[in-house]
């Protein structure tokens, strides 16, 4: 009996210190932003700024270069924003796939119509729905909203909505 109660009562610190741990709020300092360090955070700035697609400019003036870099880094390499909201999405002859199933295979991104949307995902009835243009208007915001606007925002549009 005694044994029972040992193991249940460890058993219980085991799954109490389990919880406590992985609901300890893990917080940033907002006076340690130095990304430009070599660190994992200082690469995702240095490799944002290395994977902007050919032919896309990126507005730094009376930026955060931080920001700027991982914003980058999060738009065109973790979250492929690219996929859907650039129609086409590789410049013409420029897929990702080599041959003998593609063109090129150098996946170059179409820089024209650059997170400007139109991606037909094609209607299973009249509506339609397309993906939105996320293009940064003149302050950098995508499409002019701010962060609030933006986390809210639907991704899609449908196309004959309230006609």
Same mark, same amino acid.
């Given at each position: 009996?005694?044994?029972?109660?040992?193991?249940?009562?460890?058993? &219980?610190?085991?799954?109490?210190?389990?919880?406590?741990?992985?609901?300890?709020?893990?917080? !940033? +300092?907002?006076?340690?932003?130095? +990304?430009? +360090?070599?660190?994992?955070?200082?690469?995702?700035?240095?490799?944002?700024? +290395?994977?902007?697609? @050919?032919?896309?400019?990126?507005?730094?003036?009376?930026?955060?270069? =931080?920001?700027?870099?991982?914003?980058?880094?999060? #738009?065109?390499?973790?979250?492929?924003?690219?996929?859907?909201?650039?129609?086409?999405?590789?410049?013409?002859?420029?897929?990702?796939?080599?041959?003998?199933?593609?063109?090129?295979?150098?996946?170059?991104?179409?820089?024209?119509?650059?997170?400007? !949307?139109?991606?037909?995902?094609?209607?299973?009835?009249?509506? !339609?729905?397309?993906?939105?243009?996320?293009?940064?208007?003149?302050?950098?915001?995508? &499409?002019?909203?701010?962060?609030?606007?933006? =986390?809210? &925002?639907? #991704?899609?549009?449908?196309?004959? &909505?309230? @006609?």
């Amino acid at each position: 009996m005694k044994k029972l109660v040992v193991s249940v009562a460890v058993f &219980a610190g085991i799954f109490l210190a389990v919880i406590f741990i992985s609901n300890w709020p893990v917080q !940033g +300092r907002d006076d340690d932003r130095d +990304r430009q +360090r070599e660190d994992e955070d200082g690469l995702e700035v240095q490799t944002g700024f +290395r994977i902007v697609p @050919q032919g896309v400019k990126l507005n730094l003036d009376g930026k955060d270069i =931080e920001l700027v870099g991982l914003g980058s880094y999060i #738009v065109n390499g973790q979250g492929g924003c690219n996929d859907c909201h650039t129609c086409p999405s590789y410049a013409p002859g420029h897929n990702p796939f080599p041959p003998p199933f593609g063109v090129s295979g150098d996946g170059q991104i179409n820089s024209t119509s650059y997170l400007a !949307g139109g991606v037909d995902f094609g209607p299973p009835g009249p509506a !339609g729905v397309t993906s939105v243009n996320l293009t940064p208007d003149a302050e950098g915001k995508p &499409a002019g909203l701010t962060l609030e606007q933006f =986390e809210i &925002a639907p #991704v899609v549009h449908c196309k004959n &909505a309230g @006609q």
